[in-house]
């Protein structure tokens, strides 16, 4: 069904005809009520690569993130979605897998496209290439009208942020498990050039410094920002012949599969060694022990990122929307037990 047999049946000219579709130009109200009961008549649907050339812009929110199937992730696309649904506006979802190349042939592809806004959700990267290329593309896209927001990063992108309290939320963290009695930590960390990764580590390395307490190179593992990551790390860490009486996992991901190693070398969490993790994503609370984190509000992130995205009044300073985090203390820590054997089997 076309545009012109819609337009007969309305009895219109093909050009109002289009122009009630798009919206974009003031039409009659009773030809534009004519206009959409031919087209529902005749089931015709609007092409919307030519409605986005005619409007400067789509009804599409691009959301690129590191890692879709990562909760953190699909938690704050989540909110980011219902909020994109009531305006009425589809979203496009892209992951990354933490490739920064990818992350640019995204917007540069979004920008094409002419989307209305792009969120970028998840840690920069530590690479100046990749700032250089990154500002490039979004100031293009911004200087023709699009909409940029971010989740968690960006020390050299001027876009609009929903910046985490990462280093605060870390040193908190720290704080807490130094309260409980611990003295010996390992970090499992992730990849050293993601933004989140060297605040968090870098919060919880100096709230234990204040408290005179050490954290030696040696007992700081890397790992991919993944359940296999954290799983790897904690063996690595046990192979090392480190025993510390309390880990922290920079990402809850990772606190999993540390989890599962540990049990697999006879471990047992909290009595043998606490484990703590960061973010709060839904599955901490049931595992066996419940998980001791740090709790992001993340669907309110992803409401908050395109809520930033489509304000009205931006004028020229970026704005940076900070969300703390909360420490909760769950069965995965405990205070040491001086009697307890953490020596790996």
Excluded: K
Aim: one cysteine or more; a positive charge; charged letters at 20%.
């Amino acid at each position: 069904m076309t545009l012109h047999a819609v337009a007969r049946t309305a009895g219109v000219s093909p050009a109002t005809a289009s122009r009630a579709l798009n919206g974009t130009t003031r039409v009659r109200e009773d030809l534009r009520a004519r206009v959409l009961e031919a087209a529902d008549l005749l089931g015709y649907i609007p092409n919307a690569h030519a409605q986005a050339l005619a409007s400067a812009s789509s009804n599409t929110v691009g959301v690129i993130c590191h890692d879709v199937s990562d909760p953190y992730f699909a938690a704050i696309a989540s909110g980011v979605m219902r909020a994109a649904a009531e305006r009425g506006l589809l979203v496009m979802l892209a992951s990354t897998f933490r490739e920064p190349a990818r992350e640019i042939a995204y917007v540069s592809a979004l920008r094409a496209q002419r989307a209305r806004a792009i969120l970028l959700i998840g840690s920069g990267f530590e690479d100046r290439a990749w700032e250089r290329a990154m500002s490039t593309e979004l100031e293009g896209y911004l200087r023709g009208g699009g909409r940029v927001a971010a989740v968690s990063r960006h020390r050299s992108l001027r876009v609009d942020t929903v910046l985490p309290e990462n280093r605060a939320g870390a040193a908190e963290l720290a704080r807490a498990l130094l309260a409980l009695g611990h003295r010996e930590f390992a970090v499992l960390s992730g990849p050293p050039a993601l933004t989140t990764v060297a605040d968090r580590l870098a919060g919880f390395r100096g709230a234990l410094a204040e408290a005179g307490v050490p954290l030696p190179a040696g007992q700081v593992v890397g790992g991919a920002f993944t359940r296999e990551g954290g799983y790897a790390a904690a063996h690595e860490l046990l192979a090392r012949g480190v025993r510390p009486t309390c880990v922290f996992a920079v990402t809850d991901v990772m606190a999993v599969g540390a989890l599962a190693a540990f049990r697999e070398r006879g471990l047992r969490v909290p009595e043998d060694i606490s484990l703590a993790g960061f973010d709060d994503i839904p599955l901490v609370q049931d595992l066996s022990p419940p998980l001791t984190t740090v709790s992001l509000p993340l669907t309110l992130m992803g409401r908050s990122v395109i809520a930033l995205a489509l304000r009205e009044s931006r004028g020229r300073r970026s704005r940076v929307e900070r969300i703390g985090g909360e420490v909760v203390l769950r069965a995965s820590t405990a205070p040491p037990s001086p009697s307890a054997e953490r020596t790996p089997s």
